[in-house]
Structures are given as C-alpha cells and as structure tokens.
C-alpha cells in the first residue's frame, strides 16, 4: 500500500513521495525503481511478491536465476529461434507458428491456418527478413529496438494485471541483448545459452555475474536479500527482517 502511495500522482503529475537528485540539487518524482525490499532469505521475500503481484505493482528480483524457468524465457526463445531459422518452409513453419501466437505477436490458430503466411510480401515476414539482415550485421542494438517497437508486446504486456510478466519480459530482454554484446557471440549461441538455463545444465546462481542485475531502465521495484544488496544505493529501502512469522498482538508491518 505505501509503495503505491508513494508513486500516485497528483494534479500536477507529481507523485506524493519526491527524491532528491544528487546531480541537479533537485527533487523529483519516485519510481518504482527507486525502490528497494530487503529480505533476509528468498523465501522472506515470496509473500511480498504475492502482494505486489495483486496490486499490480511490477518487480524484479535482484539476479534472479528462477527468472529462466518461466514462460517469458519461452516467449524470447520462441522469437529469437523464429529470426535464426533460414527461412519457413517445411518443418521450419513451426518455428514461425511458435513465434506467431507469442505475446510478441498474439496471431491466433485459425488465423495461423490462412495462406497469407504464403504470401513473402506479408508485413511480419518481411520484418522477420529485416532481423535476420540486422543479425547477420551484429547490429543488436537496432534488433532490440526494432523487436520492441514493431512487435505488440509492450502494448499488450502494458495493461496494469500483466506489469509484472512485461518487467520479467524486458528483464531477460536486457540480459540476452547484454550477453551478445559482452560475450561477442552468435544468435544460435545466445539460444543455446538460454536453452540452458531454462533446463538448468547450466549453472546460475545469485553470485553469477552474468545475470540480470538491477537495470536502470526497467521501472519495476527491486527485490533482494539482505546480502545481495550489499554495495547497492537505493531512495527507497524497505526491509522485511524481523517480520517472520505473524503475531495476533504484534502483526507485521
């Protein structure tokens, strides 16, 4: 409730909680990013995550390696393999059909069942024909804008009921377009990386450099241990240690 509170807006589009800016000596509006909820063990932290996912309030937790096991590393996988197959023809039409009725896209079965995925001057297939150009150019950071802009997950993710799968969305998003760049490799080894860590053959834990850290672009409240934030400056903290387990004369804050 607090959390919400602080980012309501008034009249004037200001939020009721005002941060001070370090860089302009001036205060501005919070955001949810702004905001830190401190835990002592991941599973002090799920019955927050409960709570923010009832309210509609999007978050992140904090190089989260569960992050790979859900159904947003599938949507990613689903598109990217779309954009490294060669073409559709033969069995390679089920990997476009995967990519089609992703949230990435949201074409319907009945739909997938029409000629018009026949038809190369179709808009979808010449924007898969433009990715492959930019991936065959290592151009990732146009690809990533492109996905973004010319797909329709952010204007269905966007609704206030699925925040939390579109943070979750651009979360992995970061991590994969992070991991061509730092890792100079091919988008088949980028999915054959996050084929990996959706089966767990490779390794990925809290400690892991290579995983999704705190993004400075991704608007969504910060979940972390107590010892995952050491070194870390938020606005924002609030800590959930000492509230463990629930108590008739002494609840909970």
Not at 113 to 136: C, G, M, S, Y
Request: proline fraction near 3%; aromatic fraction near 10%; charged fraction near 25%.
């Amino acid at each position: 409730q607090k959390i919400a509170e602080f980012c309501e807006k008034d009249s004037h589009g200001k939020t009721r909680l005002q941060v001070f800016h370090k860089e302009d000596q001036t205060f501005r509006n919070v955001k949810f990013s702004d905001i830190a909820v401190l835990g002592r063990s991941r599973t002090e932290l799920a019955e927050m995550e409960s709570v923010l996912a009832l309210s509609g309030i999007p978050f992140a937790r904090y190089k989260d390696a569960n992050l790979f096991k859900g159904r947003e590393c599938q949507q990613w996988l689903a598109l990217f393999r779309a954009v490294d197959a060669p073409d559709f023809s033969g069995r390679n039409r089920a990997i476009l059909n995967t990519a089609l009725v992703s949230d990435f896209f949201r074409i319907s079965f009945v739909d997938l069942e029409t000629k018009k995925w026949e038809d190369p001057q179709n808009p979808i297939l010449l924007l898969f024909a433009k990715w492959r150009t930019l991936v065959k150019k290592f151009r990732w950071a146009e690809l990533q804008e492109s996905i973004y802009g010319e797909t329709q997950i952010d204007k269905f993710l966007c609704e206030s009921s699925k925040l939390q799968s579109f943070a979750k969305v651009k979360q992995i998003g970061m991590y994969a377009f992070d991991y061509l760049y730092n890792n100079r490799v091919s988008l088949d080894e980028l999915i054959r990386h996050l084929e990996g860590l959706t089966s767990n053959s490779e390794d990925a834990d809290e400690d892991d450099g290579n995983l999704v850290s705190k993004g400075s672009d991704l608007d969504a409240v910060q979940l972390m241990t107590i010892h995952a934030s050491k070194g870390l400056q938020f606005p924002v903290v609030i800590s959930l240690a000492g509230n463990k387990g629930k108590y008739a004369q002494a609840p909970g804050p």
